[in-house]
């Protein structure tokens, strides 16, 4: 049975919130032979080595073995009443300099936006780390309340938000509250990335996103957000 990381979201919060490295207290990923093999936690990821098991609250991440960037694996999942699985991901980064942009946001696997007024859908691919163009304070104003993703993307003026199926029947602003930024969080000194996941229920395939780790990054937070309950959590990674 797969661990639920809900358990884990009031600690890692408050020990993220309040800048403390408490490295000593955090392990590295378990190392396996293949990601089938994982069965008590449901996020993976890869380096030189291979991949490996996020199974803790805190998590350390050796540059050596990573570099820039960190392939992530969200394991295949089956929901009895839905036949998409998504999957909200919020990745707030501390860094030693001021970021060049605050906010960003990616997409991963194929969501869809309304064709015009003939009630078609069109697929959108993946997007890669597009900087928002605005103010903090903009960013969450738009996400005060839920929206359709026609009206979030006048609003952000870009297409990023999309429903999850091209019947319509559910979208990534319905949660708009998820989206608004944490008020403790420093971006003088760090960046948020928001990433929208999608893969069909009952799959085999894990889904894959990647977080960067610039020079610079000193630890990152992956806030976890989705209709499978299992895949819902917070977890931290100390970069050393």
Known sequence: MKQCPLRLIAATLAVFAGGVAQADTCKRPLRVDSLGQIDRSTLALTNVYGPAAVEDQCTIIDRSVFGSSINFYILPQSLANADTVYVFVKSYR??????LDQIKVSRGGTWYFPNGSNGSTIPLGRRDDVPFIGTVEDWNKVHSAAGSPEDMEKQLGLRWHAYSDPEEKSWSSQRAGF??????????????????IRFPSGGKTPAPFQIGIPKGTTEFQLELNSNA???????????Q
């Open 229 to 239: 309950d299992g895949l819902s959590g917070t977890y931290r990674f100390v970069v």
């Open 179 to 196: 989206w608004s930024t944490h008020a403790d969080f420093d971006f003088s000194r760090g960046t948020l990335t928001n990433i929208l």
């Open 94 to 99: 501390k860094l030693t300099t001021e970021p």
